[in-house]
């Protein structure tokens, strides 16, 4: 996990301060993230590298798409999606978006 962190944090250095890992699924995991300007706590969803060198980014960004035009309270709405390649062009990167942060709670891992 760490490995995945330090490079997800280089890759975004000029935006974010990555703080850790607050989930993962099947298709991505999921960090906590302080936005610098504006300052705010986010969520950023980070696609599995795996599983974009299988599916590609597209499936991705087309969730991106969707997930951006549904506004609802139990939907977190995307802010913007990036590739997360960072300078050394490093393969294992992959697509992600940013997410408005929930308020977090203190059983939150």
Known sequence: MADVTSRLSTALADRYVVQRELGRGGMA???LAEEQHPKRHVAIKVLDPEIAAVLGPERFLRE??????????????????????????????????????????????
């Open 29 to 31: 995991r999921v960090f």
């Open 64 to 109: 991106v798409d969707l997930a951006s035009k549904l506004a609802h309270r139990h939907i977190t709405p995307v802010h913007a999606a990036r590739d997360a390649t960072d300078q050394a062009n490093d393969p294992r990167s992959s697509s992600l978006m940013n997410l408005q942060q929930l308020p977090l709670h203190a059983d939150m891992p």
